[in-house]
């Protein structure tokens, strides 16, 4: 199985990235590490504890306490009206943490431990929230780039595709960012993180960045809520409607159904929400055989919303660091991401 340590910020999206990461028979998470972002620290550490915990997995998967604040900002969240005032806001049900995180040893050498032990270009780093415990750990450990399989980011938007959910236009011109009109959050909340390990001449060849513009493509429609809901088998004799099967599909639901709320209140977006941070875990998965393990990574498949990129394209990106988060606000580019693409055969992100 591939070995992967995941980095995250939970959040809703973040929830489902550890699942896939969790169920897939095809992955073995290290470690899971948390960051500040969609909530604070000490928030997204409680949420990773408590969802590990829904699944069973608390005392198989440990979790490690990152960053509170960019490498060189203070912390960004964004207002409660996105994940809520706990950052995993919509439910009742999720349970207390059975298992603490670890707090004996700071999350980025435990990362590197870990992924020094795999066996070399197997593990990848995953990285779901802000870039900074990604960044400071290739930073620390330079000797982790040569060693890794690779590094998928959630994060960033090119502008290129937003068909179905369209972010729509500020004064006329398309709004690409989710958090400025120009940057997405995940970039914004750390840009000099993300710029080192995008421009990094030999890291960036080994990235894998899933940006908007390939997760608006991956709606979770109602079609995918249902079978979230009530399982592939679908809605039964003796079910109730809008009833999960079981607990944890009615707890996973009520989640989808803040942040479905939310990205038709804030962004506009009502065909249901993209769920961006589980397609970062899916980016491992693109380079098996066909398989039973395969996921149709570049096939759009309109009937259940899913599916991600049509093709595989290299890029030479770079992140704008000039200004601050409210220089960024007002309309800076701040947290952009420039990318050029690459002919064929060129190293990229
Ligand atoms: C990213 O920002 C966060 O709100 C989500 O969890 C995701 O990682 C999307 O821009
Ligand atoms: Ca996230």
Redesign the pocket.
């Known amino acids: 199985r591939i070995p992967i340590w995941l980095d995250c910020?939970p959040?809703h999206?973040?929830t489902f990235a550890i699942l896939l990461a969790a169920y897939h028979p095809a992955i073995r998470i290290l470690g899971v590490s948390t960051v500040f972002?969609?909530a604070s620290l000490e928030k997204t550490t409680h949420n990773a504890t408590s969802i590990l915990t829904s699944i069973s997995q608390s005392t198989t998967i440990p979790v490690y306490i990152g960053a509170s604040k960019a490498l060189f900002r203070p912390p960004m969240h964004?207002p409660t009206d996105?994940?809520g005032e706990t950052g995993l806001d919509g439910t009742s049900l999720l349970p207390c943490p059975l298992v603490p995180p670890i707090t004996t040893i700071p999350a980025i050498d435990a990362a590197y431990q870990s992924l020094i032990a795999c066996p070399p270009g197997t593990a990848w780093v995953v990285a779901?929230?802000s870039f900074t415990n990604a960044a400071a750990l290739f930073m620390k450990y330079p000797e982790l780039i040569p060693h890794i399989a690779g590094l998928s980011l959630?994060g960033g938007a090119l502008g290129n595709n937003f068909t179905p959910a369209t972010l729509g236009t500020v004064d006329g011109v398309p709004r690409i960012g989710?958090w400025t009109q120009f940057a997405?959050?995940?970039i914004l909340a750390d840009p000099e993180a993300a710029s080192f390990l995008l421009t990094h001449k030999d890291l960036s060849k080994k990235t894998t960045l899933i940006p908007?513009d390939v997760t608006h493509l991956c709606l979770t429609t109602a079609q995918v809520q249902d079978l979230i809901l009530y399982g592939p088998e679908g809605l039964r004799p003796g079910m109730t409607p809008g009833k999960g099967k079981t607990e944890l599909r009615q707890m996973l639901v009520e989640l989808l159904f803040f942040f479905a709320k939310t990205y038709a209140d804030v962004f506009g977006i009502t065909e249901g929400p993209p769920l961006?941070?589980p397609l970062a875990v899916a980016a491992v998965l693109s380079g098996l055989e066909e398989g039973p393990h395969k996921i149709p990574f570049y096939e759009h498949d309109p009937a259940v919303g899913a599916g991600i990129a049509p093709q595989r394209e290299r890029y030479e990106v770079g992140v704008a660091t000039e200004g601050s988060y409210e220089d960024a606000k007002a309309g800076a580019r701040t947290g952009q991401i420039t990318a050029r693409l690459l002919p064929p055969g060129e190293e990229g992100v």
Do not use: K, R
């Open positions: 910020d959040g999206d973040d972002g969609n964004p996105i994940h779901t929230g959630m989710n997405e959050f995940n908007l961006h941070d």
